[in-house]
Nanobody, 124 residues
Framework: QVQLLESGGGWVRPGGSLRLSCAAR????????TGWFRQAPGKEREFVATITWSGGSAFYADSVKDRFTISKDNIKATVYLQMNNLRPEDTGVYYC?????????????????WGQGIQVTVSS
């Protein structure tokens, strides 16, 4: 069993930055790939970014590429999502997800463990 807890969300103006954290507890986090997903009001949950268990490879949705960076600290059992140049369309609830895997995993169905989600609001 893996428990995931997101933090770092909030409100920011367009063009601003936020860093989300996802702290894992439970089974060893080292062998788990991790992803970030988001869900805007009235829309389906969508993929944002994923990183391999080693942290050596990452993959991003086109909508966030070159603005967001995912990283992982296996010693702290924490995954981060640095979000720069935020836009109003980035608003939503952001979810951290994890599961065993050796590659990046961009599909919701890849993950069995999910955090509760954290709100990110980008507006002026």
């Amino acid at each position: 069993q893996v428990q995931l807890l997101e933090s770092g969300g909030g409100w920011v103006r367009p063009g601003g930055s936020l860093r989300l954290s996802c702290a894992a507890r439970g089974r060893t986090f080292l062998a788990y790939a991790t992803g970030w997903f988001r869900q805007a009001p009235g829309k389906e949950r969508e993929f944002v970014a994923t990183i391999t268990w080693s942290g050596g490879s990452a993959f991003y949705a086109d909508s966030v590429k070159d603005r967001f960076t995912i990283s992982k600290d296996n010693i702290k059992a924490t995954v981060y999502l640095q979000m720069n140049n935020l836009r109003p369309e980035d608003t939503g609830v952001y979810y951290c997800a994890a599961d065993r895997g050796t590659d990046t995993m961009p599909k919701l169905s890849d993950y069995g463990y999910w955090g509760q989600g954290i709100q990110v609001t980008v507006s002026s």
